[in-house]
């Protein structure tokens, strides 16, 4: 599909985390008439979000298990949904860890959990996804990066790292992707409210997963490179990068 097309790629809608709000979210609105594959841990346990996507017009919904740590499994759980499912025309990464903070300062083992989900993984899943949709010729792909790796507060700064870096390296491939046929589509949101968040207070400009899935659908049909949800926080992103240190190491979440 060229650049600036005013539809999705054709193929199978593929959402690396099965469970996750937002990606079901955005699935959902693919699904009509589509394939989709949900892939994640204990995928046997995916009934209802099978049952309701299949509700939405999916025209399949296969589950298939996924564990994000298990760097080893993903390009052959790739190659085999691909073999028995035919061209991927959307790819969803929307696997993820938040981790605890306080813990993460004390032990290094949490530490490193947060930081290899949260990007390792991610890294290892989005070589292997490039490499196959370049061949392809076409396919799309969704990464969810976050206001906290924009710039990383001491609140959460383990998280933050690894969203920083997958901000990075998916900036990166954006380019080495350029003129392949695949596009890649980065997406920016600020506080989701939602199961991940449970418990906490909601930031200004929070968002839900309705609403950042309707940003990444209008970026994935116009070929947008980065969505920022909600738009207002472009504003806050560009304030954050020029604060000083001294009041910076003082905010918030």
């Avoid at 949900?38 to 996924?66: K, T, Y």
């Avoid at 994000?68 to 035919?86: Q, R, T, V, Y």
Wanted: charged share 20%.
């Amino acid at each position: 599909m060229a650049f600036g097309s005013r539809d999705v790629d054709a193929g199978v809608v593929l959402l690396l985390g099965g469970r996750s709000e937002i990606g079901l979210e955005v699935a959902r609105r693919l699904s009509p008439g589509r394939v989709v594959i949900l892939a994640a841990r204990r995928s046997e346990e995916l009934r209802e979000q099978r049952r309701e996507l299949g509700q939405h017009g999916a025209a399949a919904v296969h589950c298939v298990e996924f564990d994000a740590d298990d760097l080893d499994s993903h390009a052959p759980l790739l190659d085999k949904i691909i073999a028995e499912h035919g061209r991927i025309g959307v790819a969803v990464l929307a696997f993820g860890i938040l981790g605890d903070q306080a813990r993460a300062e004390q032990d290094p083992a949490h530490a490193v959990a947060v930081v290899h989900t949260d990007y390792v993984a991610q890294v290892n899943v989005l070589t292997s996804l490039a490499n196959l949709l370049r061949a392809q010729g076409d396919g799309q792909i969704v990464v969810f990066s976050s206001i906290a790796g924009v710039r990383v507060r001491r609140a959460n700064y383990v998280y933050g790292s690894a969203k920083a870096g997958l901000d990075g390296f998916a900036s990166g491939l954006q380019d080495a992707l350029h003129g392949s046929g695949v596009h890649l589509l980065l997406v920016r949101s600020g506080f989701v409210i939602g199961r991940m968040t449970a418990g906490m207070e909601p930031a200004p400009l929070s968002s839900t997963p309705d609403q950042v899935a309707d940003g990444v659908i209008a970026g994935l049909y116009r070929r947008a490179g980065v969505v920022v949800v909600p738009r207002r926080l472009r504003l806050v992103f560009t304030a954050m990068r020029f604060t000083p240190r001294s009041i910076w190491r003082r905010a918030p979440r």
